[in-house]
């Protein structure tokens, strides 16, 4: 480890594993700004979405760690798994809109329920205008019987 600080002192580039930028001082540590913060409004957009993300957004807690102490590290894993439970919401929302609509496309424009109605709707008018072909020929029976009875 020290063998990379001093290579990257000598270079004055920073150490990636820490993410920070190309200033390094003296002391070993990175000095330098890190290059995700929350020092301007642009930068801290790009920063929450990187952690929301999950891109070496622990890279950023710990940078935050060290200047804001221990307790911050509370604020960054919940806004990660808060943040990716929303975009895993929307992830199956749009899913599912789209396999709704799939449905709908498939089933000639309406969706499954209407549909499964309006079979509903002609099984039962069917069924209907059986019972009354068969009461209309038992009718004609009858009157047929009372014809020849006379």
Avoid: H
């Avoid at 929301?52 to 760690?65: F, K, L, P, S």
């Amino acid at each position: 480890d020290e063998s990379l600080d001093s290579i990257a002192r000598a270079l004055n580039i920073s150490n990636p594993l820490v993410n920070q930028t190309v200033d390094v001082g003296d002391g070993g540590a990175c000095d330098g700004l890190p290059q995700a913060n929350f020092d301007n409004i642009g930068t801290a957009f790009v920063t929450a979405f990187q952690i929301m993300t999950g891109d070496d957004w622990e890279y950023i807690m710990y940078n935050a760690m060290r200047v804001r102490g221990v307790w911050i590290a509370l604020l960054f894993i919940a806004f990660f798994f808060v943040a990716n439970f929303f975009i895993l919401n929307l992830i199956i929302a749009i899913l599912l809109d789209a396999n709704k609509q799939e449905d709908a496309d498939f089933s000639g424009g309406e969706d499954l329920d209407a549909k499964i109605r309006r079979l509903e709707a002609q099984e039962e008018e069917e069924e209907r205008k059986k019972r009354e072909e068969a009461e209309r020929k038992k009718q004609e029976n009858e009157i047929g019987d009372d014809e020849e009875d006379d």
